[in-house]
């Protein structure tokens, strides 16, 4: 099976995560944080719950 | 249920998974109903409208002697980091003082030495100053359910009589935008008959930090609509139609919690929902007379399926989590069936919602009922990110910055 995992390189170089797309640099920034558990504005749940 | 191959949960053996070491995560995240009925008739709800009638048992309102039991056996379970969510039915027609009374109580208990998140998941329609006020003291974040614009969202969040609730809605969202530390985001059911972009234009024109978009349950013997088998990835194309809007905008205005725990996924981080990724679930469901159940989008399965069972004494919590459904959500990859073991985005997609994978005859164990969609968007995601590695690298090769 063939891993999925998209490669990002020079990821410690400032200026590839200032060029990435915002969208992009937040999930780059959501996985090498230090506290990978919740980001500003994300919900309470981990549950798919609607109502 | 029939004896299907890759049937499991009651029959997986919990005793011979920990002789050989596994043990479970307790449970952090706890969905507390305080309130068991709803002032909305939503067509495609998930509890008074699926084959489980089991809320018409349950007490209308949980009572403060119910929550304190249910804390304090929160205190003795968990960790050092608990979330708690109230939850429905619609919570807030258990009145602002009530909700201050218990948000009250659920401090008190769990808060001291404990990294305590409360929140409230509403339909907005009780949503006032009156309410602001009690989470703001109780620091009580917001989430509310929009299905986008007025005619998309009253397709089906209606009242009982028929009228849509849009309107009433968004006065109640009006409030969290004047109270914005409250306001955890907006959450929106998928429906093909709206136009996507449309969709997410008429969320982000709320200011939601964040957004999520949930797709309608259902299984392989109840297919959500327009997922006909061998049909077209509908809701990846729907799906992906708002990613490309979402990627490409100069600043990030909200957050896409399905996009952003794809986007992680890939980039070999965890998800934070239980939508994709193969993260152990550790989320237990209190229903309004104290009940330990899972999650309730189980109930559009078979009558029953959030049951949990337990016997007289110990801490119910502990308990629960070595029943066999519990576990059976807590071994990631291999609790998967075998398709979804041999595929190649199974870590991103995890198999989708426990929900959507179910089938009469073989229990979980399957693909979700949405696996070409979901491989239809995952895709798409990943050739957008590849794509913009891609020109950032050739500019920099270049010299142009």
């Known amino acids: 099976m063939e891993s999925q995992a998209v490669e990002i390189v020079d990821l410690d170089d400032d200026d590839v995560l200032a060029e990435l797309s915002p ?16 980001g500003p504005g994300g919900f309470n749940s981990f549950v798919d719950a609607d109502l | 249920m029939g004896a299907g191959q890759d049937t499991w949960p009651d029959d997986l053996d919990v005793t011979a998974l920990t002789a050989r070491g596994w043990r479970p ?39 403060e002697a119910v929550l304190t039991a249910a804390c304090h056996q929160i205190a003795e379970h968990a960790g050092r980091s608990v979330s708690l969510v109230f939850h429905g039915g619609e919570p807030l027609l258990a009145g602002a003082d009530h909700l201050d009374r218990l948000a009250g109580i659920a401090t008190r208990v769990l ?3 404990r990294r305590l998140r409360l929140g ?6 009780l949503l006032d100053e009156s309410v602001a006020e009690v989470c703001d003291r109780w620091g009580i974040r917001v989430a509310v359910s929009v299905d986008g614009d007025e005619a998309g969202h009253d397709r089906h969040r209606r009242f009982r009589d028929g009228r849509g609730s849009h309107a009433e809605v968004l006065r109640g969202v009006e409030v969290l ?5 409250l306001y955890a985001g907006l959450l929106c059911t998928v429906d093909l008959s709206n136009d996507p972009v449309a969709t997410y234009e008429a969320l982000l024109a709320l200011e939601p930090p964040t957004v999520d978009f949930l797709l309608p349950h259902g299984n392989w ?22 990613f490309d809007r979402w990627f490409d905008a100069p600043v990030r205005t909200a957050g896409v919690r399905l996009f952003d725990d794809i986007l992680a996924l890939l980039l070999g981080g965890a998800g934070r929902s239980e939508s994709v990724g193969l993260q152990p679930i550790r989320v237990a469901v209190i229903e309004t007379d104290g009940t330990i159940e899972q999650v309730d989008s189980l109930k559009t399965a078979f009558p029953g399926a959030t049951r949990v069972r337990s016997t007289p004494g110990g801490n119910p919590l502990d308990q629960a989590l070595l029943e066999p459904q519990i576990v059976a959500r807590q071994l990631g990859r291999d609790a998967l069936g075998a398709t979804c073991r041999e595929c190649a985005i199974s870590e991103i997609c995890g198999a989708g919602n426990y929900t959507h994978r179910f089938r009469a005859e073989t229990g979980f164990r399957n693909p979700s009922v949405y696996c070409p969609d979901l491989t239809f968007l995952i895709g798409h995601i990943r050739e957008r990110v590849s794509a913009e590695l891609t020109k950032i690298h050739a500019r920099r090769r270049s010299g142009g910055v």
């Open chain 1, 23 to 38: 969208a992009l640099r937040a999930a780059v920034e959501r996985v090498y944080s230090s506290d990978d558990q919740e």
């Open chain 2, 25 to 63: 995560k307790t449970f952090n995240q706890f969905v507390v109903k305080i309130h068991s009925r709803c002032n909305l008739a939503c067509g495609y709800c998930y509890v008074y409208e699926s084959a489980d009638q089991g809320w018409r048992a349950q007490p209308r309102v949980m009572t």
């Open chain 2, 111 to 113: 808060g001291p030495g």
């Open chain 2, 120 to 125: 409230l998941q509403t339909n907005g329609l």
């Open chain 2, 177 to 181: 935008r004047r109270h914005r530390h």
């Open chain 2, 221 to 242: 013997d109840n297919p959500p609509p327009g997922r006909a088998a061998g049909g077209p990835p509908a809701y990846g194309t729907w799906l992906s139609a708002i």
